[in-house]
């Protein structure tokens, strides 16, 4: 089903993110070379690491360096090391995961390279050689080919890297996979505050689910916690915890006639405590979607005591 989700270290319901997932497997136990392309904050990393944690090397070292980091003068040192050990030796024979390749000057492309087609690294002034056994992932954050025309990066370097090339989607375009990160943001980050945060309302979701998210998973995951930190006593992530840019790219239903909340008492009527009773749990099981788990808590009763009103009062959570 569509709708199902991959059981892998990152979520995978949509299409695209399944076609990621069967492209990981295929080369996880590969010595090739893998080239990741995807939008800043889109998973790269994470990608390289499932890769290096689901194979055969996932016992030997994985070494990431990000080549933003750096100047040219010190990546060079650090990445192939002069006169001691660089971050490639380092890497024994797991994995090199080469972030921001795209930034890599050109001296340091053309002697990363020679170690690929070689197989060595020289230090010393060539006095020493050193066998290099790593796998190399690199990453791009842009389409490296328009590098390569514009004489920006060595094609001859390209080419080898692009062996098994990945493309990860942006997260505005498998829009399938943000209900399963927000929720899984939600576990991961939930005793931020005491007593944890339990819920996202389907309002909150909604929204979620209709933003662009230019920023991608880094995006929405920061976006996740600080819903936490600023959501009510009741610890449900609720629309109006969400920044004005993503409340305002809210489905129009859920952004005017559901954005007040439905009152239990209307006016001066007055209620019998059952009814008031019956009426906030109608709420909260509409407020989470019919989880009689989560409308439990949120009362601050037991599920078994929920389940014994629900039947009390007759009502259903479909």
């Known amino acids: 089903m569509a709708s199902e989700v991959i059981q892998t270290e990152f979520i995978a319901c949509s299409p695209a993110m399944r076609e990621v997932v069967q492209q990981v497997q295929l080369v996880r136990d590969s010595a090739v070379a893998v080239l990741v392309i995807g939008e800043p904050g889109a998973g790269n990393e994470k990608i390289a690491r499932t890769i290096h944690n689901g194979g055969i090397r996932q016992r030997e070292p994985f070494v990431h360096v990000d080549c933003r980091e750096l100047p040219g003068d010190v990546l060079g040192p650090v990445l192939f090391g002069d006169t001691d050990q660089g971050r490639f030796e ?13 930034v890599l000057p050109l001296p340091l492309q053309e002697r990363l390279l020679r170690i690929l087609e070689g ?9 020493t050689i050193v066998p290099v056994k790593a796998r190399v992932v690199a990453s791009a954050h842009v389409d490296l080919r328009a590098q390569v025309d514009s004489g920006e990066f060595r094609k001859d370097l390209y080419c080898r890297l692009n062996v098994f090339p990945i493309h990860v989607p942006p997260l505005h375009q498998r829009r399938e996979d943000i209900a ?32 662009t998210w230019p920023g991608n998973v880094r995006e ?13 006593n009741d610890r449900v992530i609720r629309l109006d915890n969400l920044p004005p840019e993503i409340r305002s790219n809210a489905p129009e239903a ?38 009689v788990t989560r409308a439990a808590r949120a009362l601050g009763i037991g599920r078994a005591t929920m389940y014994r009103k629900l039947d009390r009062f007759k009502l259903t959570t479909s």
Do not use: M, W
Not at 192 to 206: G, K, M
Not at 220 to 232: R, S
Not at 254 to 266: D, F, H, K, V, Y
């Open 90 to 102: 380092l890497a024994g024979g797991g994995t090199l995961f080469l972030d921001s390749i795209e």
């Open 119 to 127: 197989g060595t690294i020289t230090r010393n002034g060539g006095e």
């Open 180 to 211: 399963a990160l927000a929720q899984h943001f939600l576990e991961l980050h939930k005793h931020e505050r005491t007593p944890p945060v339990h819920a996202i309302e389907e309002r909150a979701l909604a929204a979620l689910k209709a933003y």
């Open 220 to 232: 929405l995951e920061n976006n996740v916690l600080g819903a936490i930190l600023v959501c009510g």
């Open 254 to 291: 859920t952004n005017r006639a559901e954005r007040a909340p439905q009152p239990i008492i209307e006016g001066d009527e007055i209620v019998p405590l059952a009814e008031l009773e019956r009426r906030a749990i109608i709420h909260a099981l509409r407020v989470t979607g019919g989880n």
